[in-house]
């Protein structure tokens, strides 16, 4: 098969940071997707709808012309999320999630959840409006080794608040392991999971292949060749409950390839031709559309997208660096071939 047409796909987790920089990062997502989770890890963190419906203004003054770009908005879950705050998130027209960062698990998340108890009111709010609850899953104990603190997670805080919160909508965004496909996969219909173009595409020898590579450091971290596998194995499974999220998260070079560099990848500028690759690879182009373009809008009781996209079997090389305000970013395959394109 050497071109494909999709129905337009949404981008279920993407960060695109605030201010000059919108201008040089919307684009890329605006060009394939209709729609984007947009992650509220900003600084300061966006915490209130006032909060949110300000920043969703910002991101569409730098959406192209003849564009219909869509960001959906979220707020920042903390310990003083109040309940007439959840209430009016549910209410807007415009906010459709809450995000869960543990407390120092990753970019801006210092100001995050200190232990998921202190949160407690406020998910019973969630259940009852079904707001759902997207989720960064790793435990930050610095006792436990960073390839596993993604099970750890599942198994000593996910499995305890699904038992307790049983009918809450719940996202374990960006899954890294089979044991979080064995979890998703054996939960009820109210808890899916994205998957990263990174994810599916690199294993845990792609971060000192040659040296050190800093632009193949996010979190969570990438893992082994057989968890790899399995995380193919889900996005081409057909099960409704994995579909697509880029976490596409723009950085400055300076700030990549640093003594404490950031963890993140961008990708949105090449993320469907990626995803494409993967579901090429795995002989399984027949079931991109349904991963990309409606499971996400499905699980969020969205209507799917009624235009149209289209790829073709066709080699481009990666620009070496991207423009990011007053600074350059350095995207996934920087420099590098990617083997479809945007149409």
Known sequence: MNEITLLRPDDWHLHVRDGEVLNDVIPDSARCFGRAIIMPNLKPPITRVAQALEYRQRILSAVPENSHFEPLMTLYLNANTTAEEITHAADSAHIHALKYYPAGATTNSDTGVPCIESVYSALEVMEEKRLPLLVHGEVTDSNVDIFDREAVFIDTVLTPLLKRFSKLNLVLEHITTSHAVDFVTAMPDTVAATLTPHHLLMNRNDIFRGGIRPHHYCLPILKR??????????????????????????????????????AGMYSAHAAIELYAEVFDEANALDRLEAFASCFGPDFYHLPRNTQTIKLLKDDWVVPKNIPFGENKLIPLRAGETVHWKLA
């Open 225 to 262: 060749e057989k968890h790899r596998q399995a995380l193919i194995g889900a996005a081409i499974s057909g099960n409704p409950k994995f579909f697509l999220g880029t976490d596409s998260a723009p950085h400055a070079k300076q700030t990549k390839e640093n003594a404490c560099g950031c």
